[in-house]
C-alpha cells in the first residue's frame, strides 16, 4: 500500500474521531477537483461552490459509512457528482438556465497565437460546444470524458439501463461532433 493511501486512511481515521485538523488537510487536498466536477454539470461557479461545500459537509458527516471499497477520492466525487446532477435537475424545473456562450482568443505580445494556447482555444472550444448539447447528452459526455466514469456507473449515476446509456454517450459524442464541424 503505497504511503499517500496510508496517510489518506490515517487522516480519515482522524476525521471520524472529531479531527478539525484532519478535515482540513482532506478539504485542501479534494476541493478543486471537487469543485471543476460540480462546475462542469451545473455550469454556474456560485453553484458549484455550494455543492462542493455541501458536499464534504456530507462526506464528513456521512463517513462512518464509507466502506473503503473504493479510493476516497471517488467516493467523494460519487457525492459531488449526485449533488451536483440533483441542483441541475432541481435548476431546470425553476426554468432558472443560465445560457452563457462566451469564446475569447489570447494572443501573446507579438498579436501571434501560439500553439499551446491554440491547443486550449481548441480544449475551450469543445467545452463551450458541449454546453450547448442536450442535457442528458452534456451530462453523461462530462461523466465519461471528463470525470472517467463508467458506462455502468453512468447508468446507476443517470438512472438509465446500460444500453441505453452507452446509446446515449455514442449520440452524444456525434452531436458534439458535428456541432464543433459546422461552427
Known sequence: MSQHIEHIDKLLQLCLKGSQ???LEIYNRYYKAMYNAALRIVKDTAEAEDIMQESFLSAFTKLHTFKGE?????????IVVNNSIYQYRKQQKKNEVDLENVMYKVEDNDGIVSDHVFSE????????TMKQLKDNYRISLTLHL???????EISEIMNMSNANCR?????????LRKKILSA
Open 21 to 23: 485538523t484532519a478535515q
Open 70 to 78: 473504493v479510493a476516497f477520492g471517488a467516493w467523494l466525487k460519487r
Open 121 to 128: 482555444q481548441k480544449a475551450q472550444k469543445v467545452m463551450e
Open 146 to 152: 471528463i470525470e472517467g466514469y463508467d458506462y455502468e
Open 167 to 175: 446509446t446515449t454517450i455514442s449520440r452524444a459524442k456525434e452531436s
